[in-house]
């Protein structure tokens, strides 16, 4: 009986045709004993709960973003602060966008056999979504300062979070990723 790595609703997407080399667990280099098949499983649940983790600070940022139009000093913004909100508004919609389409993207791929291509392309459609995640950051900070502040307060905050998050999100996973070897998905 076949086990997979993952249960809930893992196990209930149809498993990819099975090969010679995907029917039998083998030692990964990570000292995983798992087929292809519950490494996909694998993945697409640790990529699922990255995508709720960022999805969380997408709502709220965007929800934040909504109201302000309704907020008494919405009136007082100037031009240039107005382009930036909507902007904003625009790219928060656009992260969302790309962190909800591998629910979509399942839905379609559901049951065709099409698992390695579901996680690789979810995996792009992720990393796409934080960088429009990281940039609503941002830009929220710079505005922000920007109402409260000034301008120049703003573009200093908005550009310094930036960088910070570079680095939190680009930075230090790519120098840590140097140290350890990448491992190629079987198949």
């Given amino acids: 009986m076949r086990q997979h790595a993952v249960s809930g609703t893992i196990g209930a997407m149809d498993p990819e045709p099975s090969s010679p080399a995907s029917a039998s667990p083998s030692a990964a280099p990570d000292g995983r004993n798992e087929t292809p098949d519950q490494q996909m499983d694998r993945n697409w649940a640790e990529l699922l709960q990255e995508l709720r983790v960022a999805q969380t600070g997408i709502q709220i940022l965007t929800g934040f ?3 302000i139009p309704f907020s008494s ?5 100037d031009a240039v602060q107005r382009g930036v909100y909507l902007a904003l508004v625009l790219l928060a919609a656009v992260a969302t966008g790309f962190v909800i389409a591998p629910v979509s993207l399942h839905r379609v791929l559901f049951r ?3 698992r390695r291509t579901l996680v690789a392309t979810a995996d792009r459609l992720a990393r796409a979504g934080l960088v429009a995640l990281g940039l609503v950051i941002a830009g929220c900070v710079e505005l922000l300062f920007d109402v409260v502040a000034g301008r120049a307060a703003g573009l200093v905050a908005g550009g310094a979070v930036l960088l910070g998050l570079v680095v939190l999100w680009l930075v230090l996973p790519l120098r840590l990723s140097r140290d350890a070897p990448r491992v190629p998905p079987e198949g």
């Fill in 65 to 67: 973003l909504l109201t």
């Fill in 73 to 77: 000093r919405f009136g007082e913004l």
């Fill in 112 to 114: 065709r056999h099409r």
